[in-house]
């Protein structure tokens, strides 16, 4: 588990990031792959130190330094959006390593977490990510070392479907030939457009103040990807609740979407299986990391609760979205 410096040592390497004396300090979270934010106020500003594990190769915790540059070059084609905008440090360099980690800091962005989502806000989020599929695409450099974890070919899944299947909990037993289905069955086309996918659209990485959206945060586990693949995850996380997706709030998000970014007909007649491709794959995923003590199984078993019912109820009804 990665841990916070010293206040002595955010202030080292906020002298090295050229941000002055820190006035202020606050945590702000540890996400997956091995990562610490926390928000400094100097007399220059509000800034975001982040703290990475350093990985010397391809594992599930901790970046190497080429993969946290990839992230950084990629949010440079859409420097114009609300996302983290990074800062060079008095070396010149983006990333630094300091002691046992990466380091790397970006102007902090205002918002909090929304608590729930309104028509407004599923509009503001469809127009953000139609803006950001759309100019991110430019970005087509080959990433090396970087998970690509909804990547779920055929080899991949014969990889993990020993790990996915050596479940104890017999809930997650009883799923888990359903949701290999489900990937199987909705697994996207080679047709659809490739580009930088977020991949990680939940209330966590979205900013808010009131019902304006100020920003989009936390893109450690971006790659190339089906731009549908991150369509299917916003509506699994920002529009499915009580165990049903909302159909307005649904409606609302792909015309915000659409505003930023049409859909080509490949990408039109895959939209309900992106859905069910989210919820199943992410399941999926997740029943892999089990054995791998890489997540709780009480944050698969609350997957399996929450999103494989939206899921059913998508394949038992004839889903459609008005694009008009």
């Not at 930088?196 to 979205?206: A, G, L, M, R």
């Not at 190339?224 to 991150?230: I, T």
């Amino acid at each position: 588990m990665i841990k916070y410096y010293t206040r002595k040592e955010y202030q080292k390497i906020a002298f090295l990031y050229d941000l002055g004396i820190m006035r202020k300090i606050e945590k702000l979270h540890i996400g997956y792959g091995g990562s610490a934010k926390v928000s400094v106020l100097t007399g220059k500003g509000k800034f975001v130190i982040s703290k990475n594990l350093i990985s010397r190769g391809k594992g599930i915790v901790g970046k190497t330094k080429k993969s946290l540059q990839y992230e950084i070059e990629m949010l440079q084609t859409v420097k114009d959006l609300s996302v983290p905008h990074f800062i060079k440090s008095k070396n010149n360099n983006f990333v630094e390593k300091f002691k046992d980690a990466w380091v790397s800091v970006y102007f902090f962005i205002p918002g909090k977490p929304p608590k729930n989502i309104t028509k407004k806000m599923a509009y503001q989020l469809g127009g953000f990510f139609g803006s950001f599929h759309k100019k991110s695409a430019k970005f087509q450099t080959k990433l090396v070392s970087r998970r690509r974890y909804y990547d779920l070919s055929p080899v991949v899944m014969d990889k993990m479907r020993p790990f996915a299947y050596n479940q104890e909990n017999p809930i997650l037993k009883k799923v888990v030939a359903e949701v290999e289905r489900g990937v199987i069955n909705n697994r996207p086309s080679k047709k659809l457009l490739v580009g930088p996918i977020h991949v990680d659209p939940y209330s966590k990485n979205e900013l808010f103040q009131g019902e304006k959206l100020t920003g989009i945060i936390d893109f450690g586990n971006f790659y190339l990807g089906p731009q549908m693949v991150d369509v299917g995850k916003c509506i699994m996380w920002n529009c499915c609740f009580d165990r049903k997706i909302d159909i307005n709030l649904t409606r609302y998000f792909i015309k915000g979407y659409l505003s930023s970014r049409k859909l080509n007909s490949d990408e039109t007649r895959y939209l309900k299986k992106a859905i069910l491709y989210a919820i199943y794959s992410h399941i999926w995923v997740d029943l892999y990391h089990i054995p791998l003590k890489y997540v709780p199984e009480s944050y698969t078993l609350f997957l399996v609760d929450n999103f494989l019912p939206v899921a059913r109820q998508i394949e038992k009804t004839s889903f459609k979205i008005d694009l008009n």
